[in-house]
């Protein structure tokens, strides 16, 4: 299995954000969702082989982690 440990510095740690403003209102939230993208998509399918740890370091309750794996997942876009 292939594992990928992506550490956020400065993405925040609350759920009080803007959607609409990823880049800017969650420390670079977005550049951590492209790499669940990059760690799982496949062309028209899911490396089920692989998982991913984001691990969060921003304010205001570091750290937190979370765990993603291939085999596991399900409702998982290439779009979203």
Avoid: Q, W
Avoid at 38 to 48: K, N
């Amino acid at each position: 299995m292939r594992s990928f440990i992506i550490i956020g510095h400065r993405v925040k740690t609350s759920s009080d954000f803007n959607l609409n403003d990823l880049c800017g209102s969650t420390g670079r939230l977005d550049v951590l969702l492209r790499c669940i993208n990059a760690t799982f998509f496949l062309s028209g399918d899911i490396r089920r082989d692989t998982e991913i740890y984001l691990v969060l370091l921003g304010e205001p309750e570091p750290p937190k982690t979370i765990h993603l794996v291939g085999s596991e997942l399900k409702y998982l876009n290439p779009d979203e």
